[in-house]
């Protein structure tokens, strides 16, 4: 028996006890009629399918996102590790373990990066669209520096829309002086640091900081139509020109590119066209590393959801 192993670690026989959080729950019937809990638990290296069978309960979707007590065996289920848990219960007051062991943090300096993004947005020569940058990010500052970007696809990590904005930033800025002659470079930085704001309301969060699921808000109007809400109210408020606000609403509104995508219009100026590009490549950059990290050199992955094709790690 192997205590406290990282999931990273695992291989197909260990037997192992420690503690995981509860990342998703089901409570299913099996083909025989008995029930049993269909799980994803999760540590800060990764996460792995889980089944424990002829279970009733009590555990299920209300413990998504808590930290549980697991003793299980890990085996292999069509190319993927997969853990027959034996025992699981909800880790209390008395139980002792490590909270940054169990929940993904971005590898990157929160503070050192929430500083340079500041001095990134300090940098911007427009006063308009520097003022309704800064106002927006005094209202979400602390959740933008400690929040996940999504819920799994990509930066699902604590401090991961930090990363996620701060890489395209630094982006935005290279590209706006490469494509000075055609793109406005104030214009383009605001929405790059304003386009993700409203996945704060977007999601729901466990108590360790984690994406459990999408809210109510986030399922009817989604981040995208929250954020221009935003925007344009600070716009009025600080009464900044109409054709200004406008923009940067249709910054946030267009940046996933296109409807099929969530895109609520097509990107109609060079900056929102850019800033979509930008979002997809560091998104997809993201999902690249996450799913090579578990692949050997000179194999190739499974059929990865998100970019609806394998990847193939090279030596």
Not at 84 to 99: G, H, K, P, S, V
Not at 123 to 140: F, G, K, M, P, W
Not at 193 to 211: A, I, M, P, R, T
Request: glycine share 8%.
């Amino acid at each position: 028996m192997r205590r406290e192993i990282k999931i990273a670690e695992m291989t197909v026989g260990d037997e192992f006890e420690g503690f995981y959080i509860l990342k998703m729950a089901q409570n299913k019937i099996s083909n025989n009629g008995k029930p049993y809990l269909n799980a994803t638990v999760s540590d800060c290296t990764g996460d792995m399918d889980a089944k424990v069978w002829d279970y009733p309960g009590p555990l299920g979707p209300a413990e998504e996102g808590k930290v549980v007590k697991l003793r299980g065996t890990v085996s292999e289920y069509r190319g993927s590790l997969q853990a027959t848990i034996e025992r699981i219960r909800l880790a209390d007051e008395n139980d002792e373990y490590e909270l940054s062991a169990l929940v993904p943090v971005a590898p990157i300096d929160a503070e050192a990066g929430y500083k340079e993004l500041l001095e990134l947005v300090a940098s911007i020569e427009d006063q308009d669209y520097r003022d309704v940058t800064e106002a927006l990010l005094e209202r979400h500052g602390e959740t933008l520096r400690t929040m996940p970007a999504a819920k799994s696809v990509h930066h699902s990590f604590l401090n991961g829309l930090l990363m996620h904005t701060l890489n395209m930033m630094r982006q935005a800025d290279f590209l706006a002086k490469l494509y000075g002659g055609t793109v406005d470079r104030s214009l383009l930085l605001a929405g790059t640091c304003l386009h993700d704001l409203g996945k704060e309301w977007e999601f729901e969060y466990s108590d360790l900081g984690l994406v459990t699921e999408y809210s109510t808000p986030g399922q009817l109007l989604g981040h995208l139509v929250m954020g221009a809400q935003e925007v344009a109210d600070a716009a009025r408020g600080l009464g900044i020109p109409e054709e200004k606000g406008l923009l940067l609403q249709h910054m946030l509104l267009s940046h996933h590119g296109e409807p099929e995508f969530g895109a609520a219009v097509r990107p109609m100026c060079a900056e929102a066209e850019l800033l979509s590009l930008i979002d997809k490549i560091d998104s997809r950059m993201e999902i690249y590393k996450e799913s090579l990290d578990n692949v050997e050199p000179g194999q190739f992955s499974g059929r990865i959801f998100a970019l609806e094709k394998r990847i193939y790690k090279h030596q």
